[in-house]
């Protein structure tokens, strides 16, 4: 059963993969600079720790 924490963890997980999906242009572009590379990177760091976190809450405690 999902809880009110795994709900808000899929929800900031939509949100991160959207910005990093508004970023492609500028990388197809070239027009990228070093801010938004950097927040693009910080954004699937997070993306990534969300998916962690989502995988260890369906497994059950242990």
Avoid at 21 to 29: G, H, K, S, Y
Avoid at 46 to 52: A, E, R, T
Wanted: proline content about 3%; cysteine-free.
């Amino acid at each position: 059963m999902m809880t009110k924490k795994e709900n808000f963890i899929r929800a900031v997980l939509v949100v991160f993969w959207l910005l990093i999906l508004t970023r492609i242009p500028a990388f197809i572009n070239g027009t990228l600079d070093a801010v938004t590379l950097v927040s693009t990177i910080v954004e699937l760091g997070f993306f990534i720790w969300g998916i962690v976190i989502l995988r260890r809450s369906a497994q059950g405690p242990q």
